[in-house]
């Protein structure tokens, strides 16, 4: 198992001025999930993050003005049972001993300091096509947009099947809501 974040120099020289501090965190992170389904291994994957007791609402991967991407082994967002998960995720299985799956998230943010951006979430057998996958999208979706961006970028994992079906997830949190939010008497 192997995890990866790629931070272009320059990215990490200003990473702290990219986003206000007062908008929305997005909390990055991955894991890999082994079960005797490939449905449970990604729900085992859900588990580790702490995110297995909600409802995952899958996001089209633009990042709103404000925001910045912090990476945590953990998401930390108040969650309730059953509450709504807003994210982009990116999930791959191996079945097969001796198979590989990997899974990746990458980013770029405006290059205005506004912390408005673009996800992308690529699934591959390996963590070198999901790289590749990840540059060419990002590269494609900027151009088509105009513009100036920061570098990508990126977070992956890459898993081997030992015998159970293996899960590789990556996942961004943006917000989470309670079906009955509290009634204040």
């Known amino acids: 198992m192997t995890m990866t974040t790629h931070w272009p120099t320059q990215l990490r020289r200003r990473r702290s ?21 490939s449905l449970a291994a990604f729900d085992d994957a859900l588990c580790q993050l702490g995110v297995g007791d909600v409802n995952l609402i899958r996001l089209s991967s633009v990042i709103p003005p404000s925001s910045r991407v912090a990476l945590s082994d953990r998401v930390r967002k108040p969650l309730g049972w059953g509450d709504r998960l807003y994210c982009v995720f990116a999930e791959q299985h191996a079945t097969k001993v001796g198979e590989t799956a990997a899974a990746g998230i990458g980013w770029v943010l405006r290059d205005d300091g506004s912390g408005a951006g673009l996800f992308v979430e690529h699934e591959a057998p390996t963590e070198t096509e999901v790289v590749d996958l990840i540059e060419r999208s990002l590269a494609d979706m900027t151009r088509s947009r105009g513009g100036r961006y920061t570098p990508v970028t990126m977070h992956t994992t890459e898993a081997t099947c030992t015998g159970d079906p293996t899960c590789a997830l990556v996942l961004a949190a943006y917000k989470s809501d309670s079906w009955f939010p509290e009634v204040m008497f």
């Open 17 to 37: 001025a990219l986003g206000a501090t007062n908008g929305l965190t997005i909390e990055l992170g991955s894991a890999i999930g082994v079960a005797r389904t």
